[in-house]
């Protein structure tokens, strides 16, 4: 065998490794609370994967503000840069702790994602010191048409709390049923509700949601959140796609390996002789 070809040869699995497994976007989002007296907040969006996010909106939204907050939008978002923001919400009425969320969408190559990055702590306006009652516990189930996402909420409180429990979703989906609910909750009380979202639309491949539960008490308003990872119905298929994939071009390289050491072993014993 020719010498220039034997090197492409033994570096052919090398050349098909590097173009076998493609890249990953990886992005998180932090809130930080910067000022109570404006509702001042920052928002820090990073991308720890290996792969450009593009395309990318971020729609800040404070949940009982009524104030709508205007699309920030960007060309790309390189693997380990970050996007920074920072919003005032100084037309809250009332002290307290609010829900709050950024809906993020992006393109990863043509696939379409979307999440919400939910405020954990929510966001804080004025006096906001006394601890939030209700707890809130889900579950999560397929449906034909989507997902069925139930939802207990306890008041742990000593108190009845006149509560709205909402789901935010990220745009693609679609509520088949409502998307808040508002309960009286006694103390000591634990109340079931259900939410039913549809299947991704336009392409989305993943995202995240936000659960709340907030009211009035005592002059301030409470809120607990949560953030929620939904899984679509076909990612164990995808996830075994994938596997079949990677062993087939693992099993095609081990061979190509093997040749290349065939065909070096002749190599070297034309040369003895």
């Known amino acids: 065998m020719h010498q220039a070809n034997l090197k492409l040869l033994l570096l052919l699995?090398?050349?098909?490794?590097?173009?076998?497994?493609?890249?990953?976007?990886?992005?998180?989002?932090s809130c930080i609370q910067e000022n109570a007296a404006y509702g001042k907040i920052s928002f820090?969006?990073?991308?720890?994967?290996?792969?450009?996010?593009?395309?990318?909106?971020?729609?800040?939204?404070?949940?009982?503000?009524?104030?709508?907050?205007?699309?920030?939008?960007?060309?790309?978002?390189?693997?380990?840069?970050?996007?920074?923001?920072?919003?005032?919400?100084?037309?809250?009425?009332?002290?307290g702790v609010y829900p709050a969320y950024f809906n993020v969408s992006y393109r990863?190559?043509?696939?379409?994602?979307?999440?919400?990055f939910p405020c954990t702590s929510g966001i804080e306006i004025g006096n906001a010191t006394v601890s939030s009652w209700i707890?809130?516990?889900?579950?999560?189930?397929?449906?034909?048409?989507?997902?069925?996402?139930?939802?207990?909420?306890?008041?742990?409180?000593?108190?009845?709390?006149?509560?709205?429990?909402?789901?935010?979703?990220?745009?693609?989906?679609?509520?088949?049923?409502?998307?808040t609910y508002d309960i009286e909750m006694r103390p000591g009380r634990t109340y079931s509700v259900n939410f039913t979202l549809g299947n991704m639309a336009g392409g989305y491949s993943s995202y995240t949601a936000m659960l709340y539960a907030t009211y009035r008490y005592g002059?301030?308003?409470?809120?607990?959140?949560?953030?929620?990872?939904?899984?679509?119905h076909h990612a164990k298929s995808q996830v075994l796609g994938d596997l079949v994939i990677f062993m087939g071009i693992f099993a095609f390289l081990i061979v190509v390996a093997l040749l290349a050491r065939i065909a070096l072993i002749r190599s070297m014993r034309k040369r003895a002789k």
């Not at 699995?13 to 998180?28: E, H």
């Not at 800040?60 to 960007?74: A, D, E, Q, R």
């Not at 990863?108 to 919400?116: C, E, K, N, P, R």
């Open 13 to 29: 699995p090398f050349m098909i490794a590097g173009t076998a497994f493609a890249g990953t976007v990886t992005l998180t989002g």
């Open 44 to 95: 820090i969006l990073v991308n720890s994967g290996n792969q450009s996010a593009s395309s990318l909106s971020v729609v800040p939204s404070l949940i009982g503000s009524g104030k709508f907050y205007p699309v920030y939008t960007y060309n790309e978002l390189m693997p380990g840069t970050q996007i920074n923001l920072s919003i005032n919400s100084q037309d809250i009425n009332g002290s």
């Open 108 to 116: 990863q190559g043509t696939a379409l994602y979307s999440d919400v």
């Open 135 to 179: 707890m809130l516990t889900y579950g999560i189930s397929n449906t034909s048409s989507g997902y069925m996402i139930g939802v207990n909420a306890l008041n742990a409180g000593y108190g009845t709390a006149n509560a709205t429990i909402g789901l935010v979703a990220p745009g693609g989906l679609d509520f088949s049923g409502q998307s």
């Open 219 to 232: 002059g301030l308003v409470h809120s607990t959140i949560s953030d929620i990872v939904i899984k679509e």
